[in-house]
T-cell receptor, first 109, second 116 residues
Framework: QKEVEQNSGPLSVPEGAIASLNCTYS??????FFWYRQYSGKSPELIMSIYSNGDKEDGRFTAQLNKASQYVSLLIRDSQPSDSATYLC?????????FGAGTRLTVKP | EADIYQTPRYLVIGTGKKITLECSQT?????MYWYQQDPGMELHLIHYSYGVNSTEKGDLSSESTVSRIRTEHFPLTLESARPSHTSQYLC???????????????FGPGTRLTVL
């Protein structure tokens, strides 16, 4: 079992819809959780971080964390074609960061 | 402006050549990393460092070596490049926090290496 698992996709949503990206992790003591966006041929860019159970909103993005179920999700509201990218989930456990393989999102106009 | 830099951005080189990929950061971060990523594939950690004079191998076996003589500088060297080394190399840095919070990694723009 991988330490950080994501559905590889591709996930396709129409413009204006909500895109939902999910991630599960194996280590119960993990402390910090991050979402990165990576455009094709570019480097990963940090878009959200979350440390406590519940929701954290930043503009059109909402990160959700459930430590009991060991999952973290990212919601993108009013999806735009410019949101088309690969989204990487990252989990930090005592300074050991693990990345998921990423979910490829396509937003169709 | 605090940032992380990589040079060169693109490199095409012949088999057997020695190459050094440069990475520098101006954020004062203690921890630095090198990842290898093929197109459409996941990140693979090849080296990391906790600070000056600290270097560790990552999860993916690599024929490259690294050094950390200055906090801001973390170069990666391939003594003899081969076509199998063709890939994108990403450098990242983070604060080193014993509390476990934060520690988000910030990535440089990457070096795309092609070995003929």
């Amino acid at each position: 079992q991988k330490e950080v698992e994501q559905n590889s996709g591709p996930l396709s949503v129409p413009e204006g819809a909500i895109a939902s990206l999910n991630c599960t992790y194996s280590d119960r003591v993990s402390q910090s959780f991050f979402w990165y966006r990576q455009y094709s041929g570019k480097s990963p860019e940090l878009i959200m971080s979350i440390y406590s159970n519940g929701d954290k909103e930043d503009g059109r993005f909402t990160a959700q964390l459930n430590k009991a179920s060991q999952y973290v999700s990212l919601l993108i509201r009013d999806s735009q074609p410019s949101d088309s990218a690969t989204y990487l989930c990252a989990v930090n456990t005592f300074n050991d960061m693990r990345f998921g393989a990423g979910t490829r999102l396509t937003v169709k106009p | 402006e605090a940032d992380i830099y990589q040079t060169p951005r693109y490199l095409v080189i012949g088999t057997g050549k020695k190459i050094t990929l440069e990475c520098s950061q101006t954020m004062g971060h203690d921890k630095m990393y090198w990842y290898q990523q093929d197109p459409g594939m996941e990140l693979h950690l090849i080296h990391y460092s906790y600070g000056v004079n600290s270097t560790e191998k990552g999860d993916l076996s690599s024929e490259s070596t690294v050094s950390r003589i200055r906090t801001e500088h973390f170069p990666l060297t391939l003594e003899s490049a081969r076509p199998s080394h063709t890939s994108q190399y990403l450098c990242a840095s983070s604060e080193y926090s014993g509390r476990g919070r934060g520690n988000e990694q910030f990535f440089g723009p990457g070096t795309r290496l092609t070995v003929l």
